[in-house]
C-alpha cells in the first residue's frame, strides 16, 4: 500500500491538579477553543472539548506521527500556560500529572460528543471521581485508588 491511512478516535480526560475548581465560566469555552486549537496544532483534529470545574474531556482524531503522551503533554503544557495569563486567580494553575486516554469506535463519536457537551449538568449528580472510576471500569482499565488522584 503507497498510502498510510488510520482512523483513530481518543477520549482523554485529565483534572486540574488537586481537582481544584477553577475552570470556572469565565475561562471555560476559551479554554476549550485552546484545548482545540492544541490539537490541531499537533496534526490531531478535535472533534469536542468540554468539562466542568475540575477537570476536561478531549476527544480528537489521533495522527499517523504522533504518540498519546505527545499530544496530552503538549496540549497541558499550553493550555496551563495560557490559563496562567488570564489574572490572579489562576496564577497557580496547573494540571495533574496524569491522564485517562481510551480508544472509540466511530460508532461510538456522536454518542461521546454529546456525553462531553453535557458534562456540567452531569457533574451535578455525579463526582468527578465516580465518573472516572466508571470509565476505567467500562474500559477494563486496572488503576490504584490510592495512586490515581495524585
Known amino acids: 500500500m503507497a498510502q498510510s491511512l488510520s482512523n483513530v478516535l481518543l477520549h ?4 486540574t491538579k488537586d481537582r481544584r475548581p477553577l475552570i470556572d465560566l469565565d475561562i471555560e469555552k476559551e479554554l476549550h477553543a485552546i484545548l482545540a486549537a492544541q490539537c490541531r496544532g499537533c496534526g490531531c483534529p478535535p ?8 477537570h476536561v474531556h478531549v476527544c480528537c482524531s489521533l495522527s499517523r506521527t504522533t504518540t ?3 499530544l496530552v503533554e503538549e496540549i497541558k503544557k499550553r ?25 472509540i469506535g466511530q460508532s ?5 460528543k454529546r456525553y462531553i457537551d453535557s458534562q456540567r449538568d452531569h457533574h451535578r449528580k455525579v463526582t468527578f471521581q465516580d465518573e472516572l472510576r466508571g470509565l476505567l471500569t467500562k474500559y477494563r482499565i486496572p488503576f490504584d485508588e490510592d ?3 495524585t
Open 68 to 70: 498519546i503522551a505527545d
Open 79 to 103: 493550555s496551563s500556560r495560557w490559563i496562567k495569563t488570564k489574572g490572579r486567580r489562576y496564577a497557580r494553575f496547573g494540571w495533574q500529572g496524569g491522564y485517562n486516554c481510551v480508544s
Open 147 to 149: 495512586l490515581i488522584w
Open 12 to 15: 482523554i480526560t485529565f483534572s
Open 108 to 112: 461510538g463519536l456522536e454518542a461521546l
Open 47 to 54: 472533534h469536542r472539548v468540554g468539562g466542568a470545574d475540575d
